[in-house]
């Protein structure tokens, strides 16, 4: 099993994330960005339904950020997939 921890920023968005079509939830999203090992982060805009999926694979690139409202990007805090099964256990760290 994964427990993932992620980090918040509510209404906020960083540039260069590739928009992921296949997810139907953001549920789908977060998961998509646990089994995908090189992804740091996603931002998750709920302004569409269902919401759009935007996955980031570079860290550098998360510090430039811009104000978008119903945009939730989460971070990975950390990740421990230490026996190769994908169930999630994510957490929410403020």
């Known amino acids: 099993?994964?427990?993932?921890?992620w980090r918040n920023r509510t209404n906020t968005h960083s540039f260069d994330g590739?928009?992921?079509?296949?997810?139907?939830?953001?549920?789908?999203?977060?998961?998509?960005?646990?089994?995908?090992?090189?992804?740091?982060?996603?931002?998750?805009d709920y302004k569409y339904l269902p919401a759009h999926c935007w996955?980031?694979?570079?860290?550098?690139?998360?510090?430039y950020t811009a104000p978008i409202f119903n945009v939730v990007q989460y971070r990975v805090v950390?990740?421990?997939?230490?026996?190769?099964?994908?169930a999630v256990l994510s957490t929410?760290?403020?």
């Not at 099993?1 to 921890?5: E, F, H, S």
């Not at 996955?55 to 510090?63: C, G």
């Not at 950390?78 to 099964?85: E, I, P, V």
Request: charged letters at 15%; glycine letters at 4%.
């Open 18 to 44: 590739q928009q992921h079509w296949g997810v139907a939830s953001a549920e789908a999203c977060l998961h998509y960005c646990v089994v995908t090992t090189t992804c740091v982060a996603v931002d998750i």
């Open 1 to 5: 099993m994964c427990t993932v921890r």
């Open 55 to 63: 996955v980031h694979q570079d860290p550098a690139r998360l510090y």
């Open 92 to 94: 929410l760290v403020i």
């Open 78 to 86: 950390s990740r421990d997939c230490r026996d190769g099964t994908f």
